[in-house]
């Protein structure tokens, strides 16, 4: 009898410290606590396709965002893989748009997000089987759901948890960019990787623009 009566209670304790760190681990941090319960860009443009690991889509996407008429196949990114990244940012730059790299964590992501501005992403999307590169636009996020909104390939409104995410996300180097007009501040703006952005857009010969990026953050 008394090994029966020790054995349920043992279960029942092991259950129930399982529960307690599932519970612990799942809590989001003390900066996305302090952010919106929730939050979605809605007036973000969507360009649908797969080619060129969506990289075309998203920069026109965010181009048109901010004014510029402009489609996917007009941007001329270059085609290889390795050479995209690099293909996104000066053809953001060619568009007069000061290119501001964001920290490597989800927060930092998603405070851009809640002050209004998608940001550029790019993670890694497929199966243990497949998978690949992947460019989106991050344009929401629900933080008691913990589920972000990515506007990617084919998928205007694509979800996915925090955790898988950042997992995907991770896989792909963290990268991470907010595509500005010069006087567009981002939320908690470092000045040092402003300025460091705006000499970027006058390398690139953008020299009125990245004047108007210093004065935005002044001297």
Excluded at 55 to 82: D, I, N, Y
Excluded at 133 to 141: D, E, K, M
Aim: aromatic fraction near 8%; charged fraction near 20%; charge should be positive.
């Amino acid at each position: 009898m008394p090994i029966l009566s020790i054995a349920p209670r043992r279960l029942m304790l092991a259950f129930l410290l399982a529960a307690g760190l599932a519970g612990c681990a799942s809590q989001p941090s003390s900066e996305l606590r302090q952010l919106p319960q929730r939050v979605e860009l809605s007036s973000v443009p969507f360009f649908r396709g797969n080619a060129d690991q969506s990289a075309p889509m998203a920069l026109a996407a965010l181009l048109s965002q901010q004014g510029v008429r402009v489609t996917p196949g007009l941007l001329g990114l270059p085609k290889q893989a390795e050479k995209l990244q690099a293909g996104v940012e000066t053809t953001a730059r060619q568009y007069g748009m000061l290119v501001y790299p964001l920290d490597h964590s989800l927060a930092a992501l998603l405070s851009q997000v809640a002050a209004g501005y998608p940001v550029l992403v790019r993670f890694q999307e497929g199966s243990a089987f497949w998978s690949e590169p992947r460019y989106g636009l991050l344009v929401g996020f629900d933080r008691y759901k913990q589920r972000v909104l990515l506007r990617a390939g084919n998928s205007r409104r694509l979800l996915m948890d925090f955790d898988a995410f950042e997992s995907a996300w991770k896989k792909e180097g963290s990268w991470a960019v907010l595509v500005q007009q010069p006087r567009q501040l981002p939320a908690a703006v470092d000045r040092q990787r402003w300025l460091k952005a705006a000499n970027d857009l006058a390398q690139a010969g953008q020299e009125q623009a990245a004047r108007q990026a210093v004065e935005a953050i002044g001297r």
